[in-house]
């Protein structure tokens, strides 16, 4: 991150009243679990906190009245340690695990704040995916109903001009990813004046939109923000970028930390096979045809790039195994429809690339499936935590080929947990393995084929 855009994130500082300077002691000791060997040890009472319900948090009766009708009664650990500070006016940092309720953590205040003042465009959440930005909105509109808020999301892949329409009218909430809302701002003066009392800005996955991919799209949208406003940031994992910006900016940040290194859920099983790179396929057909005997409903199969899910899927096809796609090759039509095929149980293997691998709440999953492992251990963690998700168990199987032995340990040494070994019946797996190369050919032929026209 460069200092220019670390300037663009200053937000006014505020004199810290004694009482939040306390607080603030409170709530790193409280939840950091990797506290610093000087920090200041300040004694605690860890169990106060626990029995909070939404109503002692500060939320509103009506708000309460929506969570309890959607079933949730009970705060989660991110939620108890964020929403009283962002209700008090605080700069936030959250890391939380991935399906810890995170959504919630920002949503619920946000919508606290804007019922007593509501204007548009209140709130900006920037987010790294698509597919997210729709789930977040779905959120915001659950808990938001009868408070007729109005959600509007940008992302690329739609109409951007209609995109540019809604945000003239300015929506209360505006979920985006940044490549699209940059390309709106650029393009249309109205768009970018549009977030010029925007009050809250969230960057939900921060760790990734602090990434330097998304450097320009970000300067360009901070710069149309107010310099008066609440930052709330949230990650499963604390970067080096996230610790800079706190130091240089949001110093007066209130903290909750739940990250204890690369965790993956306590109900996951946790397995890896290793397998020749050549008969991958044969053995993941295996696995995929006799999911019963597995007793798995549902899967996510993650490959390493756009190209080998594209190939794989037309594999499985061939195969007449019914699969559905995720991946940044598709329009985003079909990205919809695809996750919502995989969501509604119409079609339960979910072949996709890390477009998928982060936040997708899709409580179903029973397995996950690594066939090709990914480059980083962070990544490993994002995929594996689609399933195992708020307490249920899981199961996830990594493909390791003679290439990945480095890469196994690195994903080890950094979660901590050593992976079971899988074994297959290896001589039911072979029997497939002529119908497999059989199915490889011709899908081969058949590309060739498409290419030559
Ligand atoms: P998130 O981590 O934001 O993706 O949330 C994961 C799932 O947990 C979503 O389906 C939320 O609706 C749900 N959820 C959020 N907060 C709670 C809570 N306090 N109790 C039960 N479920 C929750």
């Not at 008090?88 to 946000?110: E, H």
């Not at 991919?213 to 310099?227: A, N, Q, R």
């Not at 003679?402 to 039911?428: G, P």
Request: aromatic share 6%.
């Amino acid at each position: 991150m460069s200092d220019d855009e670390i300037q663009l994130f200053s937000s006014v500082p505020r004199k810290k009243p004694r009482r939040e300077q306390r607080e603030r002691a409170h709530d790193s000791t409280r939840h950091r679990a990797r506290a610093e060997p000087n920090e200041p040890t300040e004694r605690t009472e860890p169990d106060d906190l626990d029995d909070l319900g939404f109503p002692q948090l500060g939320v509103s009766e009506h708000l309460c009245s929506v969570l309890g009708a959607l079933g949730i009664v009970e705060p989660t650990a991110v939620q108890r340690g964020c929403i009283p500070a962002i209700i008090k006016g605080r700069n936030v940092i959250g890391i939380a695990q991935t399906g810890s309720g995170k959504t919630a953590a920002f949503a619920l205040p946000v919508l606290h704040a804007l019922a007593r003042n509501p204007y548009g465009v209140f709130n900006l959440v920037l987010t790294p995916t698509r597919e997210l930005a729709f789930q977040i909105a779905d959120q915001y509109k659950a808990f938001g109903a009868g408070q007729n808020v109005r959600v509007s999301v940008v992302v690329g892949g739609l109409d951007g001009q209609e995109q540019a329409k809604q945000l003239e009218r300015r929506p209360h909430v505006v979920i985006a990813t940044p490549g699209r809302l940059k390309a709106l701002i650029d393009g249309n003066a109205t768009v970018a004046s549009a977030f010029k009392r925007t009050a809250f800005l969230i960057l939900d996955e921060a760790d990734r939109l602090l990434d330097e991919s998304f450097e320009e799209d970000l300067g360009t949208i901070l710069e149309c923000l107010p310099v008066m406003r609440q930052t709330l940031l949230f990650s499963a994992t604390m970067t080096r970028a996230l610790v800079t910006l706190q130091k240089e900016l949001l110093e007066d940040a209130y903290v909750f930390e739940a990250y204890e290194g690369l965790q993956t859920a306590s109900g996951l099983r946790e397995t890896v096979t290793v397998v020749p790179a050549k008969v991958k396929e044969v053995y993941l057909t295996y696995l995929l045809r006799n999911l019963e005997e597995y007793e798995v409903r549902s899967v996510m199969v993650f490959s390493g790039t756009r190209k080998a899910c594209e190939n794989l899927v037309l594999l499985l096809e061939e195969l007449e195994i019914p699969v559905t796609a995720l991946h940044s090759g598709l329009a985003q039509r079909e990205r919809m429809a695809s996750l919502d095929r995989f969501k509604g149980g119409r079609v339960n293997i979910l072949v996709c690339t890390d477009v998928g691998s982060r936040g997708l709440d899709i409580p179903e999953v029973d397995l996950v499936v690594n066939f090709d492992l990914p480059k980083l251990p962070e990544d490993y963690v994002h995929r594996v935590g689609r399933t195992a998700r708020a307490g249920r168990s899981g199961w996830s199987l990594s493909f390791a080929s003679q290439y990945d032995v480095e890469l196994l340990k690195a994903i080890e040494s950094e979660t901590n947990r050593r992976m079971e070994e899988f074994k297959f019946d290896e001589a039911k797996v072979l029997k497939l393995l002529s119908n497999v190369y059989t199915a490889r050919r011709v899908k081969e032929i058949s590309r060739a084929k498409k290419v030559k026209k």
